[in-house]
Nanobody, 123 residues
Framework: QVQLVQPGGGLVQAGDSLRLSCAVS????????MGWFRQAPGKEREFVVS????????DYADSVKGRFTISRDNAKNTVYLQMNSLKPEDTAVYYC????????????????WGQGTQVTVSS
């Protein structure tokens, strides 16, 4: 059984940085493409970034490109999301997700999901 565990997010000020992590247990982590998605109040869940399994190719939403960085540590079965220059509009619940195969922006393509963690950016 594959499980994704996300430690707590945080409350930060605009311009601050925050790193999220997502630990995966079960399955073969290196074979999973990982994605980060977020959902703000009253809005649909949106794609943030994905990273492939073996090659580690990445794909960023335009809204976070240049500010967020995804990385993975296959030895620790963990994926990270480094968020810099945070803005109030980044406030959302952030979810990590895993799927076998390549990374994609389609949330429905991911088989496994973390529980989500709240990130709040104050102005």
């Amino acid at each position: 059984q594959v499980q994704l565990v996300q430690p707590g997010g945080g409350l930060v000020q605009a311009g601050d940085s925050l790193r999220l992590s997502c630990a995966v247990s079960g399955g073969t982590f290196s074979s999973y493409a990982m994605g980060w998605f977020r959902q703000a109040p009253g809005k649909e869940r949106e794609f943030v970034v994905s990273i492939g399994g073996s090659i580690g190719d990445t794909d960023y939403a335009d809204s976070v490109k240049g500010r967020f960085t995804i990385s993975r540590d296959n030895a620790k079965n963990t994926v990270y999301l480094q968020m810099n220059s945070l803005k109030p509009e980044d406030t959302a619940v952030y979810y990590c997700a895993a799927r076998t195969g390549y990374g994609t922006r389609r949330s429905s393509a991911y088989s496994y999901w973390g529980q989500g963690t709240q990130v709040t950016v104050s102005s």
